[in-house]
């Protein structure tokens, strides 16, 4: 079995545009090799993108560079 990597998904989820909608949309933004620089990006994002009401986070996951 391959070795697996902890990387930090960061992630934008926008409020859908209908009223009585509460599903959220997930995108993945990108994939970074450590939780400071997750947590660095997800604020400057956070920060930069305020007034458009998408909000960003970040998930610790596992990535396996040569598969399963």
Do not use: C, H
């Not at 400071?36 to 930069?48: F, G, H, K, V, Y």
């Amino acid at each position: 079995m391959s070795e697996a990597e902890r990387v930090f998904v960061v992630f934008r989820f926008d409020s859908e545009l209908e009223p009585n909608d509460d599903a959220l949309r997930f995108t993945v933004v990108e994939v970074l090799p450590d939780q400071q620089s997750a947590i660095r990006e997800t604020d400057r994002l956070n920060l930069l993108n305020e007034q458009k009401g998408q909000r960003y986070g970040f998930q610790s996951a596992r990535w396996y560079p040569q598969g399963r």
